[in-house]
């Protein structure tokens, strides 16, 4: 069942501007991701955080996860009309692998 | 990193026709698959964990006797949508679960989409 919650649900933002996501959650979780999809497209693995880390970095991309709230951040910096997608947080619980996804923050980013 | 592919990439079928959707985990074992369901502008929605050897086990709401899956190999799920109605028509996107030295991390294929006329 879906658990997590995106927002905003839309994001519309100009080029070399950054761009920030955040994610809720109900339950425990053993991980946190964050994927992409372009429109009517297959998902992207983006980043994996652990529910024993705090912060994580990939590249123009940082994520951090506050179990206590049960929320995880996306920041994209300097972002790139290519980023222009939807972006999903997914969570692993403590038991099981299968993934809940959230409802998605929907990315624009104009040139 | 591991792929994950499925076939076909997009099917148009007609009303009460049944459709097969392969999911192959191409070079790793996967004991464990997942498919999932996207409505448009909608998220992800899991439909069923199949498991190689065993019966595939359903989400809340989801008619196993409509959506067949089978998992007769590590690598390879199929699902098969049987008696499609036009409210079936989705993107359909499979997952492989790789073990051990994946870390447990799933892998997506790139997804089927289904329309039923």
């Known amino acids: 069942s879906q658990q997590g919650e995106e927002d905003p649900q839309a994001l519309s933002i100009q080029e070399g501007e950054n761009a920030t996501m955040n994610c809720s959650y109900k339950?425990?979780?053993?991980?946190l991701q964050w994927y992409r999809q372009n429109s009517g497209r297959g998902l992207v693995h983006l980043i994996l955080i652990r529910s024993n880390e705090r912060e994580k970095h990939s590249g123009r991309l940082r994520v951090t996860l506050d179990t206590s709230k049960k929320s995880s951040s996306l920041l994209i910096t300097a972002s790139r009309a290519a980023d222009t997608a939807s972006y999903f947080c997914?969570?692993?619980?403590?038991?099981?692998?299968?993934?809940?996804f959230g409802k998605g923050t929907s990315l624009l980013v104009t040139p | 990193g591991a792929v994950v592919s499925q076939h076909p990439s997009w099917v148009i079928c007609k009303s009460g026709t049944s459709v097969k959707i392969e999911c192959r985990s191409l070079?790793?074992?996967?004991?464990?698959m997942f498919w999932y369901r996207q409505f448009p502008k909608q998220s992800l929605m899991l439909m069923a964990t199949s498991n190689e050897g065993s019966k595939a086990t359903y989400e809340q709401g989801v008619e196993k006797d409509k959506f067949l899956i089978n998992h007769a190999s590590l690598t390879l799920s199929t699902l098969t949508v049987t008696s499609a109605h036009p409210e079936d028509s989705s993107f359909y996107i499979c997952?492989?679960?790789?073990?051990?030295?994946?870390?447990?991390?799933?892998?997506f294929g790139p997804g089927t989409r289904l329309t039923v006329l």
């Open positions: 070079d790793f074992q996967a004991t464990t």
């Open positions: 997914a969570t692993v619980p403590n038991s099981g692998y299968a993934l809940n």
């Open positions: 339950t425990s979780i053993n991980n």
């Open positions: 997952s492989a679960l790789g073990l051990a030295a994946f870390r447990n991390e799933q892998f």
